[in-house]
Each structure stands twice: as structure tokens, then as C-alpha cells.
């Protein structure tokens, strides 16, 4: 039997969100989404590893690695459309989970200033201090800023952060944290649930075969994707969030830009 959310009708909204879901979201769709794009980072760094064997890499996998931000951007496309595919199904658009409002600008960005400050402080502290207690070094690994030619550089700062931003935390915060909470009745059930999701995608990017490295990737991102959750069900405002998010993401690929350039 399949198993479905508990109807609601258009009157009866979820406590995390005032217009979510009016309708029944099969329940296989939504935990799907929380598992989608670590999927889509497995299948897209092994199809990355395939060209570089069939362009003749002595170690297609270690050199896929550096690759890294193709390999999320290509996630981010995917992403894109089954977002707006699952949306559609409910008789919603994507465009939706933003709530653009014009009275809201001024609010918005002062909300994306602050959120910016919490983001850089949880998204980088935690780093230093997992790579310690699991790694055994204050100084992470720096995998993730190896050179790229610098047209994939380039390409990468533009697109990375941009396609990043407007699908990870929609689907993880936007999309499947509130049905958890309208389905759980619970708020800190989903938002644990949509966290650990969140934090758990990075352990394949890039595809890494070591685990010690996967579990800090896992580890050191939970604080800042939990409180992300605890923050939206407050504001209402995905967009901050997504936009914050960007800024942090821009400042990944600038930095390895710069180590491209040489």
C-alpha cells in the first residue's frame, strides 16, 4: 500500500509554514528528496571519473576529485528539475518556496546580513574543530582547493554558488523540512532529519573513498544545517537563507579561482 501524508484540507495548514501542503505528497517523494542529491553527487562524480578514464587518466578517481565543482553543478541542474517536478505535482511552482515580496526587500537583506555572519561562523568553525577531533589536525584537508584550468575555474565561480544556492537549501529547508513537520506533528524531528540530510550530501563531494574524511565532511556541516532549519521555521524566509548560503558558496569558489590562477 502506498503510504501518503495525512490530508489536510485547503483551511488546514502546516505549522511551519502557512501554505504547506494543501495537498497529499506521497511520503516516498518527500524522504526521496532527502536523499537525492548525495545520490546525484555519487552518479555525476563516477561519470566524471568515466571521461577522464576514456580521455586517457592514469587516476581517473583521484584526479575527478579537483572536478569537484562540476560535479555539484551538474547536481544542482538535476535538482533543479525534479524540484520543480515534485512542486508541479502539487499544483505549486518553484518560484513559490521564495515568496518575493516587495514589502519584504528591506527585511530580507537585513535578514541575509545577519544570516551571513551566523553562516560563515557555523559553516567555519565547526570545520577547524571536527578536522581536530576527527582528523587529528586543526588544519582541514585542503582537497577541495586543488587547481583547476582557469576557464573551469571561471566557470565555476559564476555557476557553483549560483546553482547551489538556488536548489540546496530549497530542497532540504524549503521543500522537505516542512512536510516532515506537517506529516511528524513535531518540529524538531524534521528539522534534525532535513539537517542531517543536508550535512550528509557533502561526504560525496567530491567522491572521496576515505572515511575518516567523509565523516568530518558529515560532521562539521550539522551544526550550520540544523540551525538553518530552526531559522527558517522562525522567519518564514527562504530566500535569505538561499542567498546567504550563495554568498558562502561564492566565497569556496573564489578561493579556489585564486588557486587556479597560480
Known amino acids: 500500500m502506498t503510504m501518503r501524508w495525512i490530508s489536510m484540507t485547503n483551511t488546514a495548514t502546516s505549522p511551519m509554514h502557512p501554505s504547506l501542503p494543501a495537498k497529499d505528497v506521497h511520503t516516498g517523494t518527500v524522504l526521496f528528496s532527502l536523499l537525492l542529491r548525495t545520490v546525484l553527487f555519487v552518479v555525476f562524480g563516477l561519470l566524471l571519473a568515466a571521461v577522464l578514464a576514456m580521455a586517457g587518466s592514469d587516476h581517473p578517481f583521484k584526479e575527478a576529485e579537483k572536478w569537484w565543482p562540476f560535479q555539484a553543478i551538474l547536481a544542482n541542474l538535476a535538482t533543479f528539475f525534479m524540484l520543480r517536478y515534485w512542486l508541479r505535482k502539487e499544483g505549486r511552482t518553484y518560484g513559490g518556496l521564495f515568496q518575493l515580496r516587495k514589502d519584504r526587500v528591506g527585511k530580507d537583506l537585513l535578514q541575509f546580513l545577519w544570516l551571513a555572519l551566523v553562516g560563515f561562523a557555523l559553516g567555519g568553525i565547526p570545520l577547524f574543530l571536527f578536522s581536530y577531533w576527527i582528523l587529528g589536525s586543526f588544519v582541514p584537508p585542503d582537497l577541495m582547493f586543488q587547481p583547476l584550468p582557469v576557464w573551469a575555474a571561471a566557470i565555476a565561480l559564476i555557476a557553483f554558488p549560483v546553482t547551489n544556492g538556488l536548489v540546496e537549501t530549497p530542497t532540504y529547508i524549503g521543500y522537505a523540512m516542512p512536510r516532515l513537520h506537517a506529516r ?24 572521496v573513498g576515505d572515511v575518516p574524511y567523509m565523516l568530518w565532511r558529515w560532521t562539521s556541516f550539522l551544526p550550520l544545517a540544523i540551525a538553518l532549519g530552526f531559522i527558517f521555521h522562525r522567519t518564514k524566509r527562504l530566500f535569505p537563507i538561499a542567498l546567504a548560503h550563495a554568498v558562502m558558496d561564492l566565497q569556496l569558489a573564489a578561493q579556489l579561482f585564486v588557486v587556479s590562477l597560480g
Open 184 to 207: 511528524l506533528g513535531k518540529l524538531w524531528p524534521a528539522v534534525i532529519l532535513a539537517g542531517t540530510a543536508l550535512a550528509f550530501q557533502h561526504v560525496a563531494l567530491p567522491l
